[in-house]
């Protein structure tokens, strides 16, 4: 089997596992949505537990917002693949792309299931949905709250920094919509580079791009109020912050650091 051949096996099983990651999203999606709706409850009141979140909410903000910035890690990883044959940077480039593109399916599914367009509503800007927290706070934080541990919640100080839009502290500039987000020129880079010098850009871009999608995920577990939803939020803070320590070991065995 030649080169040519093993690079295009290797990018269509990293295509189809992709893929078959969210047709299972898609599934679990549903189950798990009917299943937060159904427990506990006779099926009228679980009809009424299923009930579509507002298009301006943190629910619908969050799930549209993370689907295009996962979307993103997805393709910067597998730009990687192609730009280095270092399996451990192989590996963790995978394990992301699987992970994120399987959480970008649980997202459009929700969307799905809400009914919801799963592009920002006309004059919304990305992130929008963060700024609700001033009120959220206002009126004593989220009704009806089910014990959900909240801790790690502080990084959610200052968090309007973090939004998108006019007078916040980011701007959405050459293809990077929110923050974290890598530009179109940045993106080039990655392309072009190889061996060593793409490993390093690419877990430095990554670093940068897992700090906003942390910040982001908070946001929805303090905001959201699907409660699945909310578990998946967290279950990301967590999931990111473990890879940026691994990140970081990784640059570091590289002599580089996060920018």
Not at 60 to 83: L, P, T, Y
Not at 113 to 120: A, F, G, H, T
Not at 146 to 163: C, L, R, S, V
Request: aromatic fraction near 4%; hydrophobic fraction near 40%.
């Amino acid at each position: 089997m030649t080169a040519a051949q093993g690079t295009r096996r290797t990018q269509w099983a990293a295509g189809s596992a992709v893929a078959l990651a969210l047709l299972f999203a898609g599934v679990a999606t549903v189950a798990t949505a009917r299943g937060d709706a159904a427990e506990g409850k006779q099926p009228q009141a679980a009809s009424a537990a299923v009930r579509a979140p507002a298009p301006d909410s943190a629910d619908a903000g969050f799930a549209r917002d993370m689907a295009v910035h996962h979307q993103q890690a997805v393709e910067m990883s597998f730009i990687v693949r192609d730009r280095t044959q270092d399996e451990e940077t192989r590996r963790f480039a995978y394990d992301i792309a699987n992970t994120q593109a399987n959480q970008r399916g649980m997202l459009l599914g929700w969307l799905d299931l809400w009914e919801l367009p799963k592009v920002s509503v006309a004059g919304q800007e990305p992130m929008a949905w963060m700024t609700a927290r001033g009120d959220h706070d206002e009126h004593g934080g989220r009704s009806g709250g089910d014990g959900h541990d909240m801790a790690g919640m502080d990084g959610m100080a200052g968090m309007g920094d973090m939004t998108a839009g006019s007078g916040s502290g980011f701007t959405a500039h050459d293809g990077a919509l929110m923050p974290g987000m890598a530009t179109r020129t940045e993106l080039d880079r990655l392309r072009k580079a190889d061996g060593k010098q793409a490993e390093i850009l690419y877990l430095q871009l990554m670093t940068d791009h897992h700090k906003g999608g942390v910040a982001m995920a908070r946001g929805c577990a303090e905001l959201c109020t699907v409660k699945a939803e909310r578990r998946l939020a967290q279950g990301m803070v967590e999931a990111q912050q473990s890879e940026l320590d691994a990140m970081a070991q990784m640059l570091s065995a590289r002599g580089a650091e996060p920018r």
